[in-house]
């Protein structure tokens, strides 16, 4: 406790040395290299049931995985998914006693039971990643305000689950209904405040993949999850999945609920810091993105050795088409792995350099989906810092 | 439609309430002790007696260097849009505190060649 303090102390004064306390106090630190700092973050406390993250808040909890975790395979585990909370959430959930509202635009409302819910159709899996909107935003430049991610704020499962609209079905959609919205059981901590509720438009509450999931790899969703039930919108940010479901209502107009109306929304126009009244929409179907895994920035290579870098990457709302290895004014085309999982997972990529002749200064990749969405090479700056699809650099030293 | 969708239907035999697709238990969580800490300087008790009964101090402490008039909109908007019972004569404590915070704060400078 006391060596947590004065780390903290040390990490806000800035003891200015390089790599700092977290040696000297006992305390593993991080560097999620935001420029301009800060930068460093704990990886402790640790929370039950999850290993090493990067501890963002303690309360409510945000937690984000380390890249490391993405060195290998194309599932995350539940124990390294990050964790985001807009407010507390309860720490105990009776399942007997859970139940889903769903009502609103519908023909007779019904409140179900989690038995009611897992045999409302049939059980469906699908593999599908799960990445907030708010993914790297730490490395907005110029920087903005807002959790400060680094690029973990994601992760991939197998969620199992029924159809929404199989429960919606329960109840009964009424003509013209035009969003369903959800709620859970986090709720603000002050009178008056919004409730993290949100919704999604009726064609996409009613296709086939979006879930009422239940299960995560296979395991009940942990509560730092939304045990019992949350929902899973494959392509779409994790900002749509609600957590601890509780709620679920029609609506037969727009949605002008705070976090949708005001916020999770982002420029349709090319903005900078400091414009205002721009027009806005949704933050919503995620574009592709990847990640070298296998070196880090400031990494060394063997000079006049063969190399192969590796990684992983994504489609966002689409399939993943192809990644491209890019330095300044070069591009070599990457093996993509198998497609093992479908169109909404992670895919691992490599890619083997013949010969290293020096430095590579500046590389990255440049993923592309299928529906011809390519990552940018230059940062589409945005107030919120949401929907980060930049192309990420680092650079290998070649001894 | 969706056809490339790695979808496994598990069939749901007609009346096949005998064994049912999942059996929910109850859960609980016993969530860490918040260790997190606010650094020693003028307006620190102000900032623990109107801001941290709702979040971790580190929620302000990580946020990028930003001009006072971005704490104080940022307060503003905790009172307004979140309904934070922040007392009105303490948020000018609250908003000297964070800036002189962050005046304070030199993180490890990191080499980008961007």
Redesign the interface.
Known sequence: ?SS??LT??A????A?????AGPVFGQKLI?L?????????PLD?????KGEMI???????LLEAPMEVFRTGTITPNNRMFVRWNWPMP??????K?RVAVGGAVKAPVALT??EI??AG??????AINQCAGNGR?LS?P???GT?WGNGAMGCAKW?GVRLKDVLAKAGVAEGAKRVRFAGLDV???????QFIKSIPIDIAM???VLVA??MNDE?L???HG??LRIVVPGWFSTYWVKMLSTIEALSGEDES?YVAETYRWPTVAVKPGDKDFPTVPITAMPPRSFITSHAD?ATVALGKPLTLEGIAMGGDA?LAKVDLVGDGWEIPCTLGPDE???YAFRRWSVTLPSVSGDL??IGTKAANSNGLTQPGELVWNPSGYARSVIE?I?LRAQ | ??G?????????LAG??AS???Q??????????????L??GPGRQAVIENCT????P??M??????PRA?WEA?VAKMIT?????VDPEAVPAIVDYMVA?QA???????????
């Open positions: 406790m947590q303090r903290r102390r990490l806000i004064a800035g200015g040395g390089a790599a700092l560097d290299g935001l420029p301009g700092g800060p930068s460093l973050r406390p640790q929370f039950p049931g501890v963002q808040r303690i309360r409510p909890p720490t105990e959930v009776s399942a007997a859970h989690l038995d897992a045999s049939e059980t469906v899996e699908i593999v730490g430049e920087r903005v305000t400060q199992t603000p901590m002050t009178d008056g405040a919004p296709r086939d993949d239940w299960a009940p942990p509560i730092l045990f019992p705070h400031g399939g999982h479908g169109p200064t500046q650099r650079t | 439609m969706r490339v969708l790695a979808l496994l239907a598990l069939l749901c096949c309430d049912p697709v999942v929910f238990k109850d859960a609980s969580i016993t969530l860490p002790d918040d260790s997190d800490d650094p020693e009964a709702c979040h971790s580190s929620t402490l990580q946020q990028p260097g930003v971005k940022t849009l979140y309904k934070a019972p915070v304070r704060q030199s993180d490890v400078p990191r080499e980008t060649a961007r």
